[in-house]
């Protein structure tokens, strides 16, 4: 069984799932597809590096992440820093002939994101952009039934994406409120997630209209170093910084293909912690999902019988998209992680197959041009056409 | 106690929910305000005001609006008609001199809506405009909330009304898919519902930026006389005439106070039956409504100790809004009756008291025009600001 | 069209309820099978009888309820007085010949119901006993799709009814407490609500084995001719008085075609309110309600397709058990109202018909044993068989 | 750090949920209590074995696992073989020195439990019974509520266990049918996960009073060496052989602080998948949970202000136990493997800190006890008192 080597730049809470990710999918998926090994972890300490490879199960540490993407050994590049650094280690990697799997967004901008996959095109590498929630089986059982017709011609969607980990106004000033570092506030954040399902599962966007707000301009600034986020862990006292990015975003969509939609996301929902959910209307059907009660998805059927017409609740398992590989039974459990692994037994497998795994840069470049574009309608008022 | 003699003009469902409600009111609000007469039901066709007169429980039947109108022993009209036919009754009402309730929405346009609103302003009559739902206890009580300011500032509303009744293409030709009649499709009918939300809720809406769309161009045409609605109810043989109104809305909202928001309305929503909800995040706290779960509401409270922070479902009883007047234990049961009960309360206590209820033909006008821009932009594609 | 003279004794909420029915039925069920003619509501206090009638829409008003009993213009006596008095009444209206309509339990025991049952059936007259959660809309549609063997044949059924009014040790000594008057607490209260159901749905019990519980064994009097109940309501100052009924009861079912089951019942349940239950599973399929929810019924049916099982949630409307006679739409709304009236619907067509309803004094009956099992249960410990 | 050497003797889906729990629980909890080692992997096949060892990381394989129980440089002993072999391996492992995670149930009786309890306390062992559930934060949450006091004293507690994968008469018979090998057949399966919550949370069950019944009494044989389960699994053609355990229980319960309860649990209930529930009432408040929705506690304080009362949904995170290793948001997803997470991690503490974990062999041997009792009692219909 083919052995792949990975160098994971970056860690925080992605890096506890990516490496768990690594260690566990072929106990999931077996025969799997290609065995990673976690070879070496990086951090811009050296300190930390080490901490991480302790933690993480990694062989080596190193605080350089240039001399790791140069090792021949190194198969694949996991990008889990923040987002203005994706493209510069993407393109190194894609000159150093590795695959990579880059967290999401791709970059801050369709502009920079054009890059990564202009490098990754020219490298001949597999890539992939970590929109993980797609991975969870339900979501994948809507894109089966869809496919397959069972509910018909879709005629709109609805996403959303709540949370509430910024509502108060003296959470902490991470570099997810720094327009430099994250390119955009919850339109990159959390709001790409759901471009991801409506493209995943509608089609392409044709165009956008949008509302993009800032609710807090200042939050307390953190030490050098350190970067928490969350709900009650600011320092009121603290001298506060500027927030350049937006809080919250309301887009219409058109699609291609003639259906219509809507997405919400926000961080300042009191209440709603991974609100991420959809509701999908066809000409035969309906469907929907809270990844909050993620192991479920809600199906209907325009031709069940007249006196049992409504909603199912599915529970999804051995039955459904990826259940071969997952738990036993329905509702033993599907939680974060399972997400990673099934994100990465489809990474490994595209590296064996040589097949571009979805989403891959091409995507994440699309979304990046579709989150350009509800930054621009959200400051024109106007429809804004994605290019 | 003062008795208010009641002409009812049309039946149909309606005409059901306001028998009863007049007939329940004083048994549910004792002391009761006033007590209203069902006097006199009025229909086009004689023999169906006849029975509607033995159905409801009125004294008499008749077949002329305009005499009834003009009786001297009548306080109150009541308008359950089509919606063409709104102003001309009221109009003819106020000028005798009548309080008068209309059914939602006030009329077709906002222009046709304005020359009522001239007549009971000029007439001194109370008006009232049936959005039931905001007298569902738990839309109460989201008000008491607000009022209070136990969410805060309002930063946002989301809204939606999701109906299937009309999903089937070949579900008849009502007169609610004929713009001639019914002025428009979902917007008249279900959206403005969620308008009156919003303004009752949040506050008056300053712009609007929609997307208004018609997914079944035809429908099977009925037999003269004949008005059903509803999945299932068709002839697929029938021949077909067409629907030009819309069968989807969605809108972006920009409201006077700053707060966004959203309202999405669809009779084609698989599945959804009468899905109106709403949600609304505050600096404070959440509160969230589906009226399919019309008992409850759901409140957050960002304050809430740490570990124990989570949407409240709180069901309504004794303790809130209307409360006294209902039933005695909560989840007893609120259903489509005791808004409509309610209603009559409001009417009632208006009527004895001089002051207007709210909403009013004022009211009605105001949504009317927000109908309006909603299909306006839906055409233009651009923000349009309400008058 | 007949008409059917009412004399309703006692009134309370329950008159509330059976007031707003009788003026209702017809509005909803048309043609009505009869049309019922609100003639005399009776309270021992005149005056209270006097409010009553304006209030609840009756012609007379009187302190007699023998004299109105032997009055030949009376159809229906409609029994709503607290349970030891329902005995005597019902024996006097059966010796007159009425109908009659006796909330429930129908009595404090089972002997005392044997003498009612007696009565009516000595006299002819059509009986029923007020349990009119079997009437919700959701419930009759389970009956149905159990009726058609859909779930194939029953294993087990599981019922609760939860409330917390009397959680408060400080919640006042209404007569619900005190068995002279009572019977028993929550075994007779809300208890036979659930036994009703097992009965209505599974069919005959044999045999129970239950634990039976005081939690709260004193609390504060009333004043003469008070009696409120429910959460806040008591005075902490006031003289306590002993609670000599049951708070809670647990019951393991055995019934006579072999199903098992367990019912719960509580009124010291904090947070549930109106939390009445029921689940069922069959060789063929599952069912399950909660009438806190009660426009749904979950259905699942085993021969579903593979990756869309699960449960239905179904909305009742128009294609469901009463959907002619109740509301357009499923989720319009059913209330405590809408049972009532159905409740209502029925004992006119029993009438009308002179086939008995069901539940009558007979079904009131069996429920009583069964309670008294329950309660002989609860002190034995052992298995006891229903006569 | 202190590594541990670990033997997972079986394999099977519990393989893979505790071999990712080695991987992983050091990434979640760091600095970690210890480091698992997967050492070396036991299956009686041979080539099996080869295979687990492959897929599950672990550095050997064996087909002897008295020879791997003798080897000094293992210090866990990791027992997921089916029952009838829990007590021959512990008892050896004890034997050895060596610290003993057994699956659950921990043997096939009372008895057979003793003999395993009475080893490790001989030994002076580290032992740990893998009831994970009570593991999963929300319930842990319900503890630390309980513990201090925040719903005041428990009156009462009713848990369920529904599953529906033997709900099919042709599912075939696995090991899990067969009394020899599991003991029992519900009652033990997934009756204890619901016996383990109730004394974790309420405390000691003084006695219990059941129903215990069989509702398929032979199931398709499997071929020699194959033991799969689930609906749609079995072939309906091959010959049958005898069902001797229950497939469903019903138990009230006494517990020795007072308070009463129920259980219920079964495999044979179309729908439900993994309904793994509890509602507890106390005196001054309620808990509610549903593994099936396992991120969420529904938590309720009396003392909540009039008009915000009712069930609290909180969704598990940072504030939460175990929320400093898990996810740093809530909702972001607690599915199995978290729970395993969590209990290798309360394992390896136990291990470094000399403290038995709870539960441990002591708990697994009285909840056998009760299983024995409950289906004693299912036999006798009395109560029976737990030794």
């Known amino acids: 069984m083919r052995k792949l080597n990975v160098a994971m730049i970056g860690g925080g809470f992605m890096g506890k799932a990516h490496a768990m990710a690594y260690a566990a999918m072929p106990m999931f998926f077996w025969p799997a597809p290609a065995i990673p090994v976690r070879k070496v972890v990086v951090d811009v300490n050296q300190e930390m590096a080490e901490t991480a490879r302790d933690r993480f199960g990694f062989e080596e540490a190193s605080a350089d992440w240039r001399a790791v993407v140069a090792r021949p050994d190194i198969d694949i590049i996991d990008i889990c820093t923040p987002n ?41 590498s597999i890539h992939m952009v970590a929109f993980n929630y797609r991975r969870t089986p339900a979501v994948a059982l809507a894109k089966k039934l869809i496919e397959e017709g069972r509910i018909g011609d879709i005629l709109n969607f609805r996403g959303t994406y709540l949370q509430d980990w910024s509502a108060d106004p003296d959470s902490p000033l991470s ?3 720094q327009k430099s570092v994250a390119g955009s506030g919850t339109v990159g954040d959390i709001g790409t997630h759901v471009v991801d399902f409506a493209r995943y599962l509608v089609g392409e966007i044709a165009s956008v209209n949008a509302l ?15 970067d928490k986020l969350g709900v ?13 990015v937006d809080d919250e975003m309301l887009t219409m969509l058109k699609f291609a293909n003639g259906a219509i939609g809507s997405i919400e996301a926000t961080r300042n929902a009191y209440g709603r912690n991974n609100f991420l959910t959809f ?79 979805s989403p891959n840069f091409e995507d994440g470049y699309r979304i990046a041009l579709i989150a350009d574009a509800i930054l621009t309608s959200g400051e024109s008022g106007q429809w804004v056409d994605i290019a």
Chains 1, 2, 3, 4 share one sequence.
């Not at 993009?212 to 350190?226: D, F, L, M, S, Y």
């Not at 009650?232 to 350049?244: F, L, S």
């Open 84 to 124: 203005n650094s994706h493209a510069e280690i993407a393109i190194a990697a894609a000159k150093a002939g590795k695959h990579i799997i880059c967290e999401k967004p791709l970059a801050r901008t369709g502009e920079e994101s054009k890059t990564m996959l202009d490098a990754v095109q020219a490298s001949g």
């Open 175 to 177: 570099w997810r409120f």
């Open 212 to 226: 993009v707000k800032n609710h807090i301009p200042t939050r307390p600034k953190q030490a050098e170093g350190v």
């Open 232 to 244: 009650g862990g600011g320092d009121k006292n603290a001298e506060r910084g500027p927030v350049d």
């Open 279 to 357: 509701e999908i209307h066809g000409t035969k059907g309906s469907l929907a999902f809270n990844y909050e009660r993620r192991d479920e998805l809600q199906v209907m059927f325009a031709d069940d019988i007249g006196d049992a017409r409504g909603f199912r609740t599915v529970y999804t398992g051995p039955a459904h998209p990826y259940g071969s590989g997952l738990w036993p039974i329905p509702a033993l459990g599907i939680g974060y992680g399972e997400t990673k692994i099934v994100e990465c037994f489809d990474l490994c497998t595209a590296i064996v197959t040589g097949k571009q795994p």
